[in-house]
């Protein structure tokens, strides 16, 4: 009688230790899933902020190319304004 007590507690044990474990492994599984989450999101986060630095950049170059383009374009009409004065300064004088 006493083996058979023995046996069955020894299995109750064994039952337990094995309920233990498996709790233990539940938390070491998502803890590692926490982990992996954090560091997906930490990768997304730092792709999207890449590509807002570089649409930030391609905003800017466009800027500096409008500006750029807008200042030719007002020093042409300057230029074509100062021959268009030469001109006429020509014209009058050969009206004396």
Known sequence: MLSMMTVKKAKEEIDAADLCDDRKLRVIQAIKRVREDWERQEREKMESERLIKIWL??????KTERWQAAEAMRKQQAEWRAAEEKGRGQEAAEDY
């Open 57 to 62: 950049q391609q905003q800017e170059q466009r």
